[in-house]
């Protein structure tokens, strides 16, 4: 069959995603970063702002990080707002949003980054410390987005509750066609989870599991918000030089994984891209998966092998 495209204006007319159009060109899109204080989600809010949007963060104990960057953000030319929120409460996530789209006017894009890592292995694990992590790493990260996806669909946001099965009711109705949706620009949830959410570590069982629970929920949450102009999907990194890891970021460039393909380890502006990708317009066919962002530790079994080992 010959394609229906005859002439060269015609080609370049099909050139733009249908992602992209009717999307006014210039707009100046919100954004809230969690755990933007240092890492990872200090250098997605820096790419974010770098890409033209204005930006809320949350820290959780390093105020002074997080003032940091948002004086870098604000040096880029872009509004920035700091948010205390510490997700050991997961009740404290709800307020902390309301605070940062009152502040940003509208929410266009959430990247949920806030984490922690602790090392339990089983069968040595304790109620609480996997009752921590998961408060932390799983159920406030999942109410945090869920008050955010509130917010991007216009529903109602005051009271005490966030009622999940509101939005879910919602997207059923768009996919039927008996709502249109209330975004007419692309709305974007973003979940910085691991390459643990797919892979096992030995050394780290609890965190592991948090990241697995992750990973359920975005394709969860992606079916639920079908039709309503919203995507959700995850980026899973391997090993960052970030805090979290007791690395600086430069690191990456002087520190040898014979183990991982890339040879290095990640530097975090190398997640940040790809979240920067997954935030923008051209993005409306990415959906419900995760990517992971890794130097090849996923596929790098058989370079841990004995074989291998041997050969090397």
Request: hydrophobic share 40%; aromatic share 6%; proline share 5%.
């Amino acid at each position: 069959m010959n394609s229906e495209v005859t002439t060269v204006d015609e080609l370049l007319e099909t050139l733009t995603p249908p992602g992209r159009r009717d999307v006014p060109a210039g707009r100046i899109r919100n954004a809230i970063v969690t755990g933007g204080d240092t890492g990872i989600g200090r250098y997605t809010a820096l790419t974010l702002a770098k890409d033209g949007c204005d930006i809320a963060l949350t820290y959780a104990h390093h105020r002074d990080d997080a003032e940091l960057t948002a004086e870098a953000i604000r040096k880029l030319g872009r509004r920035v707002f700091i948010q205390h929120m510490d997700l050991t409460d997961p009740n404290a996530a709800g307020p902390a949003v309301d605070a940062m789209v009152r502040e940003l006017g509208s929410l266009d894009i959430f990247v949920s980054n806030a984490g922690q890592m602790e090392m339990n292995v089983f069968p040595d694990l304790e109620l609480q410390d996997m009752e921590k992590l998961f408060r932390v790493n799983t159920f406030g990260a999942v109410l945090a987005m869920q008050r955010g996806v509130r917010y991007m669909l216009g529903l109602d946001s005051e009271g005490e509750e966030s009622r999940f099965e509101e939005i879910a009711a919602m997207a059923r109705k768009v996919l039927t066609g008996k709502v249109t949706s209330p975004r007419t620009t692309p709305g974007r949830v973003i979940v910085v989870t691991s390459v643990h959410e797919h892979i096992a570590s030995p050394v780290d069982t609890v965190y592991t599991m948090t990241k697995h629970a992750l990973g359920g929920f975005i394709k969860c949450a992606a079916f639920a918000l079908a039709g309503t102009n919203i995507t959700v999907n995850g980026v899973r990194p391997g090993e960052i030089t970030t805090p979290m890891n007791d690395a600086h970021p430069e690191d990456a460039l002087d520190t040898k994984r014979k183990l991982i393909p890339s040879k290095r380890p990640g530097h975090p502006a190398e997640i940040a891209s790809m979240i920067r990708y997954l935030a923008s317009d051209e993005t409306d066919f990415i959906n419900g998966i995760s990517y992971d962002v890794d130097g090849g530790m996923s596929i790098g079994g058989p370079m841990a092998s004995e074989g291998y080992q041997k050969v090397v």
